[in-house]
C-alpha cells in the first residue's frame, strides 16, 4: 500500500548522508513495496551509517542484511522488481559492482525492451564512489561509465545534500532502474538546508552552480566542489567561470550544456575516473557535433588516470583532480 507523499514544509541542516537516510526513511513510510538491502545495511546501518536506524524502524523483513555477494544482491534485485516490488539496493563501495556486471548488462537494463513494456523493472542500486579520503584499493572507483554504456538505466550522481535527498527520492520512484552513486568524500564535509517530507528533484536536469561568460567547467558529484574552489581562484583573475553540476549523467541534460557553450565558448570537463573512455568523453563528444561553431577553443578534460586508483597513500591527491589542476585547465582554454 503506497501512503500520500507528505509535502515539503521547511527545511533542516544535515549532512549528505543524514539526508540520504532521511530519503530512505520517508520512501519506507510512504510505500510498503520498497525494500533495502545489502551488505551490512541492517543490523549495522550501512559502512557509511546511511540506512542507519531503518531496520529498528522497519523490521528486518524490509530492511535486511546479505551475504558478501555483489551479483546475488543485484539479481534478487531484479527479480523483486519484475514482482512489483521496488528494491533499494547498496553495493558498499562502487568498485565493488564488478561481479554484478553481469546481471547489470544482461538483465537489468533490457527488461523494458525484452518485454517490449510489458514490464518495467523499478530498482535503485546505491554505491558510494570517488576518492578524496585515503581508502583501500577498489574503494574508490569511479565506474559510472561503465554503467552509463548500459542501454536501459539511468545514473544519478548529486553533490548536495538537498539534491541527494531529492534525486534518491525521484529514484526510487521511478519506473525504471537507476544507479545512485554517492561521493564518499561529500558525506559528512558538506552540510546545508535541506528541505523536509517528500522533496524530490526531477532526475535529468542539471544545475547551474554558478553563472560566469568566460568558461563553462562541467563536472558532477564530487568535483562540484574542487570546480568551485578553481572558478574562486579564477575569479580573482578576473575570469568569469560558469559551472555545471549534471547531477545526472544519463539522462544528460544537453540543453544546459549546449546553452552555457554558445555563450562562453570554451570548456572544462572535470571527473576523478580514469582518462581513456570515460563519462567526460562523451560529454566532449556531444559539444564537439553538436556546438563546435561557438568553441573558441579545444575542449580540455582534467580528469584521473589511467591507472588503478591509488589505495591509501599521499599519490591520491596527484591522481584524484584538483583545484590547481583545474585552475590550470580554465587558464589554458583563455590563453588559447
Same mark, same amino acid.
Do not use: W
Given at each position: 500500500?503506497?501512503?500520500?507523499?507528505?509535502?515539503?514544509?521547511?527545511?533542516?541542516?544535515?549532512?549528505?548522508?543524514?539526508?540520504?537516510n532521511?530519503?530512505?526513511?520517508?520512501?519506507?513510510?510512504a510505500?510498503?513495496?520498497?525494500?533495502?538491502?545489502?551488505?551490512?545495511?541492517?543490523?549495522?546501518?550501512?559502512?557509511?551509517?546511511?540506512?542507519?536506524?531503518?531496520?529498528?524502524?522497519?523490521?528486518?523483513?524490509?530492511?535486511?542484511?546479505?551475504?558478501?555477494?555483489?551479483?546475488?544482491?543485484?539479481?534478487?534485485?531484479?527479480?523483486?522488481?519484475?514482482?512489483?516490488?521496488?528494491?533499494?539496493?547498496?553495493?558498499?563501495?562502487?568498485?565493488?559492482?564488478?561481479?554484478?556486471?553481469?546481471?547489470?548488462?544482461s538483465?537489468?537494463?533490457?527488461?523494458?525492451?525484452r518485454?517490449?513494456?510489458?514490464?518495467?523493472?523499478?530498482?535503485v542500486?546505491?554505491?558510494?564512489?570517488?576518492?578524496?579520503?585515503?581508502?583501500?584499493?577498489?574503494?574508490?572507483?569511479?565506474?559510472?561509465?561503465?554503467?552509463?554504456?548500459?542501454?536501459?538505466?539511468?545514473?544519478?550522481i548529486?553533490?548536495?545534500?538537498?539534491?541527494?535527498?531529492?534525486?534518491?527520492?525521484?529514484?526510487?520512484?521511478?519506473?525504471?532502474? $537507476?544507479?545512485?552513486? !554517492? #561521493? *564518499?568524500?561529500?558525506? =559528512?564535509?558538506?552540510?546545508?538546508? @535541506?528541505?523536509?517530507? +517528500?522533496?524530490?528533484?526531477?532526475?535529468?536536469?542539471?544545475?547551474?552552480v554558478?553563472?560566469?561568460?568566460?568558461?563553462?567547467?562541467?563536472?558532477?558529484?564530487?568535483?562540484?566542489?574542487v570546480?568551485?574552489?578553481?572558478?574562486?581562484?579564477?575569479?580573482?583573475?578576473?575570469?568569469?567561470?560558469?559551472?555545471?553540476?549534471?547531477?545526472?549523467?544519463?539522462?544528460?541534460?544537453?540543453?544546459?550544456?549546449?546553452?552555457?557553450?554558445?555563450?562562453?565558448?570554451?570548456?572544462?570537463?572535470?571527473?576523478?575516473?580514469p582518462?581513456?573512455?570515460?563519462?567526460?568523453?562523451?560529454?566532449?563528444? $556531444?559539444?564537439?557535433? !553538436? #556546438? *563546435?561553431?561557438?568553441? =573558441?577553443a579545444?575542449?580540455?578534460? @582534467?580528469?584521473?588516470? +589511467?591507472?588503478p586508483?591509488?589505495?591509501?597513500?599521499?599519490?591520491?591527491?596527484?591522481?584524484?583532480?584538483?583545484?590547481?589542476?583545474?585552475?590550470?585547465?580554465?587558464?589554458?582554454?583563455?590563453?588559447?
Amino acid at each position: 500500500m503506497t501512503a500520500t507523499a507528505t509535502p515539503p514544509t521547511g527545511t533542516r541542516n544535515m549532512t549528505m548522508v543524514a539526508a540520504i537516510n532521511d530519503a530512505l526513511d520517508i520512501a519506507l513510510g510512504a510505500d510498503d513495496t520498497v525494500h533495502i538491502f545489502g551488505e551490512d545495511v541492517g543490523v549495522m546501518g550501512g559502512v557509511f551509517r546511511a540506512t542507519d536506524g531503518l531496520q529498528a524502524k522497519y523490521g528486518e523483513a524490509r530492511v535486511f542484511d546479505t551475504p558478501l555477494a555483489e551479483a546475488g544482491i543485484v539479481g534478487m534485485g531484479i527479480g523483486m522488481g519484475l514482482a512489483g516490488l521496488k528494491p533499494v539496493a547498496e553495493i558498499q563501495f562502487a568498485g565493488f559492482l564488478y561481479p554484478a556486471l553481469d546481471q547489470i548488462l544482461s538483465h537489468l537494463g533490457r527488461y523494458r525492451h525484452r518485454t517490449r513494456s510489458r514490464y518495467h523493472l523499478p530498482m535503485v542500486i546505491r554505491a558510494p564512489y570517488g576518492g578524496g579520503v585515503h581508502t583501500p584499493e577498489q574503494h574508490a572507483d569511479s565506474p559510472e561509465a561503465i554503467l552509463a554504456h548500459t542501454p536501459g538505466v539511468k545514473v544519478v550522481i548529486p553533490s548536495t545534500p538537498a539534491d541527494a535527498k531529492g534525486l534518491l527520492l525521484s529514484a526510487i520512484n521511478d519506473p525504471d532502474p $537507476v544507479f545512485f552513486f !554517492e #561521493a *564518499i568524500k561529500l558525506y =559528512r564535509s558538506t552540510k546545508a538546508d @535541506v528541505p523536509v517530507g +517528500d522533496y524530490r528533484v526531477p532526475i535529468g536536469k542539471a544545475r547551474l552552480v554558478t553563472e560566469g561568460d568566460d568558461v563553462t567547467v562541467i563536472c558532477y558529484g564530487g568535483m562540484v566542489e574542487v570546480a568551485e574552489k578553481a572558478t574562486a581562484a579564477a575569479r580573482q583573475a578576473g575570469i568569469g567561470v560558469e559551472v555545471i553540476d549534471l547531477r545526472t549523467l544519463v539522462p544528460m541534460d544537453t540543453d544546459t550544456i549546449l546553452s552555457s557553450v554558445a555563450k562562453t565558448g570554451r570548456v572544462v570537463v572535470v571527473t576523478e575516473a580514469p582518462r581513456t573512455a570515460g563519462f567526460h568523453s562523451e560529454i566532449a563528444a $556531444v559539444i564537439a557535433e !553538436e #556546438a *563546435i561553431e561557438h568553441l =573558441r577553443a579545444p575542449i580540455v578534460r @582534467v580528469t584521473g588516470f +589511467d591507472a588503478p586508483y591509488p589505495p591509501f597513500t599521499a599519490v591520491e591527491d596527484v591522481y584524484r583532480p584538483n583545484p590547481v589542476r583545474v585552475a590550470k585547465a580554465i587558464r589554458q582554454v583563455m590563453d588559447y
